[in-house]
């Protein structure tokens, strides 16, 4: 019953920004950690960024100083801002999140993903 949907993604020229949402909905009682991976082709999935439930973030290098992830509990939702994008960044972004389900156990929960292309 708990899906994790990501929206605004799209295409940016190098140097311009984005940013992402995802939202937790279903059923569930809490969410805990949440995050972001991306994916391009011919890739392993990379790790970008994590936030705690108490708002503490940590950053791939790869995008520390460029993106920042922040969230809103009261919507269940984690966000993923994007500055200063290049070429390099151009993959799908994932969300993930840890959700305690109503059954009391833990699960984590991935997103469909959401496109991002850098691109002159």
């Known amino acids: 019953q708990v899906q994790l949907v990501e929206s605004g993604g799209g295409l940016v020229q190098p140097g311009g920004s984005l940013r992402l949402s995802c939202a937790a909905s279903g059923s569930f009682l809490d969410t805990n950690r949440m995050g972001w991976y991306r994916q391009v082709p011919g890739k392993t999935r990379e790790w970008v960024t994590t936030?705690?439930?108490?708002?503490?973030?940590t950053y791939a290098t790869s995008v520390e100083g460029r993106f920042t992830i922040s969230r809103d509990n009261a919507k269940h939702t984690v966000y993923l801002q994007m500055n200063s994008l290049n070429s390099e960044d151009t993959a799908v972004y994932y969300c993930n999140a840890d959700v305690r389900e109503r059954t009391g156990w833990w699960q984590e929960y991935w997103g469909q993903g959401t496109q991002v292309t850098v691109s002159s």
């Open positions: 936030i705690t439930s108490g708002g503490r973030t």
